[in-house]
Every structure is written in structure tokens, then in C-alpha cells.
């Protein structure tokens, strides 16, 4: 008797050395999604955590994904940098397979790094910094929307050919995404030859005065002020610019677009312009997500929820059209057929930017963003 169980465990205690190696052991696929869930940033991350949690849920309840269950592992980085490089360590730590994220352009590039390191691909809905996938640094990295080079030539474009605007100050908060997007809008309007840009200048973030920047660009004589950066500091100067009598168009990216600008903004966001992935409420794929989500939780989703719904939807049926999360398998399905997704049909270039989306320009109109046709 006491051979037997002693057999028993030897034989145990070699399957568990033996069946990891093998890649075969998990039970179950881990998906790490990772964005600001916390702070002023958390509208911009939260939606696309439910999205994730969403999709997975329906997928499980139909039997998961090669007979897997999919796990879904938030992580935190509060859109900072230095956080959502140890939120990265530690996903990868934990054994993730595919990561959802992250949301922010400067988070999403010092995580990236370290993803590559561990051959995990991470798809993010809302990293929008154009070298992220340009530059050729994180092959292991794919967007669910259109880079900030194709949002500042919009940006720019409605301002002097819709709006007629000749003097032009832009603004940014001196980020990866914000600067970003107002340095391809300078690009984009120079280019044009229809306006000038009379200022372009970093504001800093969390700052509760910005009077000095303001009366520049009263100074310069702008007629439109070109901002980029996200809803908080959007917010003020929005205010400040009221306070002043400034009434001229103000134009931001999806950092602004969406609902914690118009809660914090209030009444000041009326007739504020925002680019933003385009309106994809038409689409069946779309309509049932927002279905789901209004009945689960009773309101209407939030920034980036379409693209996080997206995000997870593609890369579930990369794995299942690869027969696995091995990298190689993962990357050729991505780059392969088209896939329905909540954004509309897509599958990624050689780059890792989506093939069919883009943006469109919107306006705060009675407290909502309206697409403007």
C-alpha cells in the first residue's frame, strides 16, 4: 500500500515538472487588461475593463476558447508611465497570455518593452501615438484605432477649411499622446497653406492656472485654439477661456471626447469640437454590445468601449484561428483575414494599425457629442 501511494506521488510530482513545459497545462486563458481604473483618467480605462470582462463572459458561457475558460486580469497604471511599468512586470509575472492595452500612449510605451521581452502581444483600444506602431520598436503591438497622424490632419482640416480659422494657436500637455497630436496638427495646418499657427505651446498638467497661456493666445489674435491632451486640463482651459470672453472654437482629440469632460466642463463644454474614432452605432456587431452593456449596467457605455469590446474580440479569435497564444500563430492570424468586430471589420497591416477605422470630428451639443456629418 505504501509503494503504491509512493508511486502515485513520484508519478505527480513528474507530470507537474513535465506538463508546463509542454504548454498544454493552462485551464484557462489569461487576459491582462491593463489601463487607468483609478484617478482622473478612469472613464478613459474602465469602459474598456468591462468590455473585456464582457466579452469574456459570453465566450465562457459558450465554452470558452479551444475548450479554455478566458480569465480576464485587470491591472492599474493610472495612464502613468512609471506605474504601468510595473502593472506590465507584474501581468507578466502573473502569466499572462495576451494583454488588453494599455489606454494611454506614454503608459502603453514604457509597457511595451517589456511585453515584447516576454513575446506577449498586447492590442490596445486608444493608444493613438503614431510611432508606437510606425517606429518598428514593439512588433508586438496592435491598435484598435487610427493613429494621431490621421486625428491632427483632421483636426487641422476642420479648422481651416470648415471653420475657416487663420490664426491657429495649439496647445498640448506635453505628452506622448498630446504633443503628439498637436505636433501633426501644426504639420497638417502649415501644410495646408490656409492658416498660420501664431502659437504653439506645452501647458502643464494638473496646473490650476492657465491665465498666462490664455491671454497669448489672446495676445496672438488666434481664432481657433488646437488643444491636445486629455478631458482634465481640456476642462480648465475651456473655463478659463469663458471666464475671459475668449469665445472661439476650441477643437481637442479623444482625449476630450467623452463623458468626464462633459461632467467636469459642464456647461462650458457647449460647442466644444472633438475628433474621435468614428460612429459605429449603426453596426449590428455594435448595437448588440451596447445592448448588453446598457442591460447589465443600466447606462450607456463610455470612451473606448467600442474599441476595448474590439480589442478583446480580436484577439480571442486570433488564438482560436492559431490553435493557441504561441506569438508567431498569434501575430499571422492578427495580419490575416478580416474579423466582425464592434468597431466594424477589420484586421490589422503589417504595422499593427487597424485596416478600416478612422475618425470623425464631433460637437458638444444640448450636454452630448454629436458626429458632425
Same mark, same amino acid.
Given at each position: 500500500m505504501r509503494k503504491t501511494v509512493l508511486k502515485k506521488l513520484i508519478l505527480v510530482a513528474l507530470l507537474s515538472m513535465v506538463v508546463? /513545459?509542454?504548454?498544454?497545462a493552462a485551464d484557462t486563458i489569461k487576459v491582462g487588461v491593463a489601463g487607468p481604473h483609478t484617478g482622473d483618467l478612469a472613464p !478613459?480605462? %474602465?469602459p474598456t475593463k468591462e468590455a473585456a470582462e464582457m466579452v469574456a463572459a459570453q465566450v465562457n458561457a459558450a465554452g470558452g476558447v479551444l475548450g479554455m475558460q478566458v480569465e480576464v486580469m485587470p491591472m492599474d497604471d493610472q495612464c502613468k508611465p512609471e506605474i504601468a511599468t510595473n502593472a506590465a512586470t507584474k501581468l507578466v @509575472?502573473? $502569466?499572462v497570455d495576451v494583454v488588453i492595452g494599455h489606454v494611454c500612449s506614454g503608459a502603453t510605451k514604457a509597457a511595451l518593452g517589456i511585453y515584447k521581452e516576454a513575446n506577449i502581444i498586447a #492590442?490596445?483600444? @486608444?493608444?493613438?501615438?503614431?510611432? *508606437?506602431?510606425? @517606429?518598428?520598436d514593439y512588433p508586438n503591438f496592435y491598435r484598435t484605432i487610427a493613429p494621431d497622424d490621421d486625428q491632427g490632419k483632421l483636426a487641422a482640416e476642420f479648422a481651416t477649411n470648415k471653420l475657416g480659422a487663420k490664426k491657429i494657436a495649439i496647445l498640448h500637455d506635453k505628452g506622448d499622446y498630446g504633443k503628439g497630436f498637436a505636433d501633426f496638427s501644426k504639420h497638417f495646418v502649415e501644410a495646408g497653406g490656409k492658416a498660420e499657427v501664431v502659437l504653439f505651446e506645452g501647458v502643464t498638467p494638473g496646473a490650476m492656472d492657465y491665465s498666462a497661456v490664455i491671454q497669448k493666445v489672446r495676445r496672438e489674435g488666434a481664432d481657433a485654439v488646437i488643444f491636445g491632451g486629455y478631458h482634465p486640463e481640456a476642462s480648465k482651459l475651456i473655463g478659463q477661456m469663458n471666464k475671459k470672453r475668449?469665445? %472661439?472654437?476650441? %477643437?481637442?482629440?479623444?482625449? #476630450?471626447? $467623452?463623458d468626464g469632460f462633459l461632467e %467636469?466642463?459642464?456647461?462650458?463644454?457647449?460647442? #466644444? !469640437? /472633438?475628433?474621435?474614432?468614428?460612429? +459605429?452605432? @449603426? *453596426?449590428? +456587431?455594435?448595437q448588440k454590445a451596447k445592448a448588453d452593456y446598457i442591460e447589465k449596467y443600466g447606462k450607456e457605455p463610455g470612451t473606448f468601449f467600442d474599441q476595448g469590446y474590439a480589442a478583446m474580440q480580436v484577439i480571442l479569435k486570433a488564438i482560436e484561428a492559431s490553435g493557441g497564444?504561441? !506569438?508567431?500563430? *498569434?501575430?499571422? /492570424? *492578427?495580419?490575416g483575414n478580416f474579423v466582425d468586430t464592434a468597431v466594424g471589420r477589420i484586421k490589422f497591416d503589417a504595422k499593427g494599425d487597424a485596416e478600416g477605422v478612422g475618425f470623425s470630428v464631433f460637437q458638444v451639443q444640448d450636454g452630448k457629442f454629436v458626429e458632425l456629418k
Open positions: 508546463p /513545459a509542454t504548454g498544454f !478613459y480605462g %474602465i @509575472s502573473q $502569466g #492590442v490596445s483600444p @486608444s493608444a493613438t501615438n503614431p510611432p *508606437l506602431t510606425q @517606429s518598428g475668449m469665445k %472661439i472654437p476650441f %477643437i481637442g482629440p479623444d482625449g #476630450v471626447k $467623452g %467636469i466642463a459642464g456647461k462650458d463644454a457647449e460647442g #466644444v !469640437y /472633438a475628433t474621435g474614432p468614428m460612429d +459605429v452605432s @449603426s *453596426l449590428p +456587431v455594435n497564444t504561441e !506569438y508567431a500563430g *498569434l501575430e499571422k /492570424a *492578427l495580419k
